[in-house]
């Protein structure tokens, strides 16, 4: 059974997706610890609820960035978690931090990387006349959302669609895909080596495809 420690800034609607999927057993894994940078955020009680530390490192109460990543991997580490799971964390995290927990540390972005890389990736995809949006799961490494692609889901842009409309199904997508990738990595099929995701023993050039339901 391993360890998860999940970081979010949020409602934590990815954090429940988890929550459950760990639940049902469809996750080799515990929430040991939800931490936020935000206080009194739904996904603090998401927490609570589900039996999890729910810890609050309000970011507005550290002089710099390094000081609050150096407090923040301070409270992962007494979790001694297996992995630590960044599920709508708004944060910038320094060089050092992602460093000392490469190939440990995942994230999702509501965009089908490398296209959109950063924020109001629904409201580019929709400027550029895109045919198709999605989310992507990925190990996180220094470049913000530049690390190695894991697993990726393809959510059709329709005729009439606004961001808020594209958002709901692509925030759905992201609902399947993060448990299955968390799957991957706590019974082990997915590691991390030189760099590149490992899926069954073979590297991954190219994020795999999430089948549609």
Same mark, same amino acid.
């Given at each position: 059974?391993k ?13 429940q ?44 109460q ?6 609050f990543?150096?407090?923040l ?24 931090f ?29 400027? @550029?006349g ?5 989310? +992507?799961?990925?190990?996180v490494? %220094?470049? *913000? &959302? #530049?690390? =190695? !692609? ?15 409309s594209?958002?709901k ?5 992201e ?7 968390? @799957? ?6 997915? +590691?991390?080596?030189?760099?590149l %995701?490992? *899926? &069954? #023993?073979? =590297? !991954? ?9």
């Amino acid at each position: 059974m391993k360890q998860l420690v999940v970081l979010i800034s949020g409602g934590g609607s990815n954090l429940q997706a988890i929550l459950d999927a760990c639940d049902k057993g469809s996750i080799q894994g515990r929430v040991a610890a939800v931490i936020s940078n935000r206080p009194n955020v739904m996904g603090l009680q998401r927490a609570v609820k589900a039996g999890a530390d729910a810890i609050t490192l309000d970011h507005t109460q550290f002089t710099n960035r390094a000081a609050f990543d150096a407090a923040l991997s301070d409270r992962i580490d007494s979790y001694a978690p297996d992995f630590v799971v960044l599920a709508g964390f708004m944060r910038i995290l320094t060089d050092e931090f992602v460093t000392h927990y490469l190939g440990r540390m995942i994230n999702i972005h509501p965009s089908l990387l490398p296209k959109y890389p950063g924020l109001h990736t629904h409201k580019r995809a929709l400027e @550029a006349g895109d045919k198709e949006a999605g989310a +992507t799961v990925h190990f996180v490494t %220094p470049e *913000l &959302d #530049g690390g =190695p !692609l894991i697993l990726q889901a393809k959510v059709a842009i329709k005729t009439g669609d606004t961001e808020l409309s594209l958002s709901k199904r692509v925030l759905a997508s992201e609902h399947r895909l993060y448990p299955e990738a968390l @799957a991957w990595l706590c019974s082990e099929r997915l +590691t991390f080596a030189e760099g590149l %995701p490992i *899926l &069954d #023993g073979t =590297p !991954l050039q190219f994020p795999k495809l999430l089948p549609d339901t």
